[in-house]
């Protein structure tokens, strides 16, 4: 028979844990494998840290996300937020989903054309356009969200130089009753100047005016505040309708939806408060379907939703890499994933969870990366069975941002893989070499040779 492992025994205050609604502990059952593939042999393949994405709960997700919005409105299309995951295999699963792409920056763009996503399905966001990109994107006939007045002037200035009619829609911000308010990005509603961006932009006469966009915040819990933002968007295209006698092609409401991870301080778990699809998605379709734009041209409704399609779907293996008592007593654990791959445990408190049987005992635990600087700490609290060098553990929700907030930071970044339906697995993105990193850097030939 095989030698159980040894535990120290230990003493300590009794607590009753963190309860949940139901009064009950959370966190209880290992994680010891993901779509079917088990956690050890996806280490002993790729390594640890590692991330893993899974192919059936995206997909599942964006189903899901789709039928909320399709069931209750006749025109609906989504378009993949590249920020929030731009791997091109996470991507191309949007992209075979039906999605379009929704970018914030000219290397974003890129990306999408080479995913081979049609000029003419791609959103165009963000304050950072440069001239070449909004020629480009003018070029080949993308829609171009104008956030600022600069910009406009800039597409204004190249339509005396193109042939090409620019399709654009612009960006509004307003007050939909959260705050703060996001009032850095696009025309403000309540002080006119959204209107006043549409007036300068009707009377070019060289540009066609297709839409309207919003992106009110991220992680937003209040589905209502949905619907104050698509009423204010009708009621410019009612005005717009009336003005100059011009129907908008598409309404975007952009993204910001909550994902079901907890965040920092919150009471209760992010997987009880997040609202449903079908909440935004009724918020959403009642403004619009009971707002007075005419019926005959109903606009396309466009949705960015980034974070609340794909975090679920992302996973982070990782490995116990040592145990420590702290002077004050507490347990800290410390492991090989980092705030440098983990950029979001800044504002969610991650689930962690073991990949292998552990004992019902469990601590109040600190877990730390690995990192050699004061702030890597994954998780500040968190009730956990005590670990063994070497155990696994599976962080999980970490699907949105950080396979794109990442940091090159003292370590190299590792592998990502994808498990597709059928169990089996996929690397879409190799783990860095010191070559990746150094490749692009130069020593000046003074400070090439040195004596010590
Ligand atoms: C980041 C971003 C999104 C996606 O936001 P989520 O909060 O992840 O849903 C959508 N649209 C725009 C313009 C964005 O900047």
Redesign the pocket.
Known sequence: MEKKHFERPIIKKLQTGMPNKFGMKTEYEPISEIDGVSVKDLVANYGSPLYVMSENTIRETYREAHRAFSTRYPKVQFAW?Y??NYMNAICNIFHTEGSWA?V?SGFEYDKAINNGVPPSKILF?GPDKSEKDLEKAIKHGSYIHIDHFDELYTIINLTNKMKERPKVAIRVNMDCGIYPLWSRFGFNYENGEAWEAINRIMLTKKIDFVGLHC?IG??ILAPWAYGIAAAKLADLAVAIEKKFNHYIKYIDM????ASKNTLKGAFLPGSDTCPTFDQYADAITTALINSPINHEHLPVLLL?????LIDDAGYLVGTVLANKRLPEGKLATIIDIGVNLLFTSFWYDHKVTPAQQFSHHTEDTIIYGPLCMNIDIIRENVQLPPMKKGDNIVISRIG?YNMTQWMQFITLRPNIVLVDSKSKAHVIRGNETPDNIMKNELVPEHLKKFEL
């Not at 952009?254 to 939806?257: A, C, K, R, S, V």
């Not at 960015?304 to 609340?308: A, I, T």
């Open positions: 937020s920020k929030t929704e914030v966001n992106h991220t992680y952009g993204g910001g939806f960015e939703s980034g974070r609340s949105a």
